[in-house]
């Protein structure tokens, strides 16, 4: 049981498994103190401990099995995994849109190194093909690569990069743009690819997958077929996420880049539209609008790209007791924009007053912006926000936090004039600030109430 038999067990671990003979890649029957456990012994990433032993079960899905708990192991089978996804050429049919999938990284379609425990994507159209046969049926397909990054790592640097291929794919007259991205900052990319990418003759959607494609629960390949249906077939020419809809695989959701907001670690329809509706359902056959304004589709390629951002832009979230060298501090390090993020209505305390006038006399440029999610900046109702606005802090309507962050970001990459800049951001270009919430824009459903628990029961089978 030496070498790649027992590739990444160590220790504890990798004894058991000499101990009764088994091997990795070997269907075994553990016998344990907590039950009997049938599977594939898999092989463990390179920094991972040495008391459990991983094993794919009959559902699809990955267990440990602490090693002080077993009291027998049986090997009934061998047979080495492959878990490459099978590359297939992708075929071209004459009347099918023709959609280009820019990468920056993710799981959207992808596979498990088992060796590192990475997840690797799967980005060629015949990868894709493989692994997602049914986009044959929805598109002709191309692929680019731009940067392959955790989403976490996403920046200006690569905003920019984004939309300036995406103005190069329209001058070449694609049909529709989907960007495969990681979920935990899509909409940060979804609001500046809105404000760098304006007056979009085609649609541009950003899709990601909450679970990776060797789980059985995976979003990634639904998410990747509404993604290309609405890129390639559907009739918004905006810049939009699409992610699950419900929790269940029925329909997806499209939603505004400057309206939306990752609300749910885990969950796949973990994607909300905030303070508004989404823009449209999709499904396999087709997208149905929510809306009934947005913008629509067109065939020619005038696209204005604007891929300006200055990184001396910061978000400040306000709490109780927070004291005047967090301000101070970010206007001797040279930043030029804050977006306060105040309780209530828009407000922080007094004790730092002293150095949001410092900030002003040095030039910062400050936006109010809400810890609620939902509602308005309304600075003139308290003295506390009057005496803020005096200050120089601008409430900044119902903008979302992160959208109020990229927006001051994109603004000052153009002009460090402050009446430009606050024109700039006080201008909605595609709602990131709205007259007023429709009455349907704030949903937030408590369980163990009588009339929720009631409305579940009919919708949650």
Known sequence: MEGKDLQGYKGKAREILQKYNVRVWGEVVIQSTRGEFKGRVLPRAENTDDIHIVLKVNTGYNIGIDINTITDIKEIGYNVAN???????????????????LGTGGTIASRLDYRTGAVIPAFSPGELYGAVPELADICNLDTEKIFAVFSENMGPE???KLAEAIGNEIEKGIDGIVIGHGTDTLHHTGAALTFMCQNLPVPVVLVGSQRSSDRPSSDAALNLMHAMTAAGRGNIAEVMICMFGPTSDEYGLLHKGTRVRKMHSSYRSTFRTIGDTPLAMVTRKGVEPIKKIFNTRRNDKNVIIKPYFSDKVTMVYYYTGMKPDVIDGLVAAGYKGIIFVGTGLGHVNKLIY????RAQEAGVHMYMTLQTIWGYVQMYVYDTGRDMMAMGIIPAGNMLPEVAYIKLGWALGQTDD?????RLMLTPINDEITEREPYNGYLVYQGGVPEVEEFIKKVHK
């Open 418 to 422: 402050h009446e430009e800049v606050k």
């Open 158 to 160: 690569q905003y920019i």
């Open 83 to 101: 878990y490459a996804i099978p590359e297939k050429q992708f075929p071209c049919t004459e009347g099918l849109p023709h959609v280009k999938l």
């Open 354 to 357: 002293p150095a949001i006038r």
